[in-house]
């Protein structure tokens, strides 16, 4: 049966304005890195995205390489899109990137013109798009001059196929290199997507206060640190966790018993809260006054209704960002 949203979808999330543009992000966003390949199932990705639309969350992030194999998200989504979303289009901001290894030859990775654009025409047929809403340099690619990479975005949005420009992982000196060139082009940056949570903080360096300078809005991807700063991995590695996949990029060294101890801390903090350790690894992150959107990745519906408490909760108090300040620096 085809999928009919939730009437009440708008009535609970909270909707952030990106920088100083007109366009508004849900303060919580889906990813599609994990969970939507080849070895996933496509019933519980629709459920999921369903479940998320139902909820107010509007935006869907996406890249060309997510999988596995790469490629295989883009398809997966077009598919349910074009199924269950289709008369919904104008209500998703649906973005995607390029900038990491996509095929072989010196045409698929990096920030070239030839690259980017290319890669961008192929993102659209597997996802059976017209256009997306955002598109990224994934990453900034030494070996090519930020004009040429700059230019690759500006040219995608002239030509239609993307409404606006975005960057991530992009340090924050060519940031600001990349937000003059785009502003001298006419496409401003709309959105810096960065690695950034309780357990990652060099966007503190320096990042975040180019961001809010330049008037760009800012979405955490990795908010939870891969899973970590949740109860997944309090009690050991879960048999269906993205540490226990052989595809999963969380590998299971990095879970080491001084993190585990950190991570236990953290969560009596959270417990003692009453929420649970994900949604105050969430709110933490929402503190930023540059922060539009916390960008998350689910595997299933359990762990998105949990995200989802966060729009009913309020800020954290100063007195919990202490104490969480006080853990990680320890
Ligand atoms: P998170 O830090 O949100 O980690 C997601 C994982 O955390 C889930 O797969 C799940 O693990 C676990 N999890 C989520 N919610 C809960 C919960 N309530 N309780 C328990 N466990 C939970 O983010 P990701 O690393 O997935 O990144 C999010 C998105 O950011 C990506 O999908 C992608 O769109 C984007 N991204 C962008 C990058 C870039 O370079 N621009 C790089 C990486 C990601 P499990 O699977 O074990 O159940």
Redo the contacts with the bound molecule.
Sequence with gaps: MSYMPDSKRYDTMKYKTCGKSGLKLPILS??????FGEVDSEDNAREMLCYAFDHGITHF???NN?GPPAGAAESMFGRIIKKDFHAHRDEMVIST?A??WMWPGPYGDGGSRKYLMSSLDQSLKRMDLDYVDIF?S??LDSETPLEETMLALDSAVRQGKALYAGI??YPPSQTQQASDILKSLGTPCLIH???Y?MLNRQPEDGLFKVLEAENIGCIA????????????YLDGI?G??????PH???KVDTITEDLLKKIRSLNKIAEKNKI????MSLLWVLRQPCMTS???????I???K??LEIVKKTDLSEKVIHQISEILID
């Design positions: 889906i990813g599609l890195w994990h969970n992030d996406l890249a997510y990137k900038g990491y990224y994934h990453r991530s992982n997507q960065v690695k949570s991807f990795s908010p939870l640190a891969q899973g970590m700063l949740t109860d997944r879960p269906d966790s993205r540490a226990a996949k999963g990029f969380l649970t350790l994900a949604q916390v960008l998350v990745g689910v595997s299933n359990g762990q998105l949990g995200n």
